[in-house]
């Protein structure tokens, strides 16, 4: 919750997870989240259309990615391992994870983290491509 959000309007919502039929049905809304079911735990991340800077989606979509990327550099922090599994757009799992959860017209579920111990240490990686970053012109 310390991401920064469009005017401090703080859309994000989170549905910690850690009952395992809960995970498994979480899971099976996923198609690459099958490994969901038995991580130790599993967090949704919502947001809340009404809280959003302007109602804008766009800015709630923002607000939900830098809570997910922050979960996530916290989560190696402290040792563990965690896979982002993408949610929004995509109306289908949208729509499951609503009807799963009983979300209100307003919560949109945007992403689910995957979180617990890795089974293996992998060197850090980059996917720098200078090629991409330009300097004061395209």
């Known amino acids: ?7 401090a309007t703080y859309p994000a919502e989170f549905i910690v997870i850690n009952d395992k039929e809960v995970k ?4 099976e809304c996923l198609p690459n ?8 735990l599993g967090i ?21 990615s830098a809570c997910t990327e922050n979960l996530l550099l916290a989560a190696s ?18 729509e499951a994870l609503r009807k799963l959860f009983k979300l209100p017209e307003e ?9 617990g111990w890795p089974a293996e240490t992998k060197a850090a990686r980059t996917n720098f491509q200078p090629e991409q970053v330009h300097l004061n012109s395209w």
């Open 24 to 27: 498994k049905k979480v899971s």
């Open 107 to 115: 919560i949109i579920p945007v992403a689910a983290v995957a979180l």
């Open 44 to 64: 949704l991340v919502c947001g809340d259309l009404s809280r959003a800077c302007g109602q804008e989606l766009s800015y709630m979509l923002q607000d939900c």
């Open 77 to 94: 922090m402290l040792g563990l391992g965690g896979c982002w599994l993408g949610v929004h757009p995509r109306q289908e799992r949208v």
């Open 33 to 40: 989240g099958a490994f969901l079911a038995n991580a130790p």
């Open 1 to 7: 919750m310390a991401a920064p959000s469009a005017k």
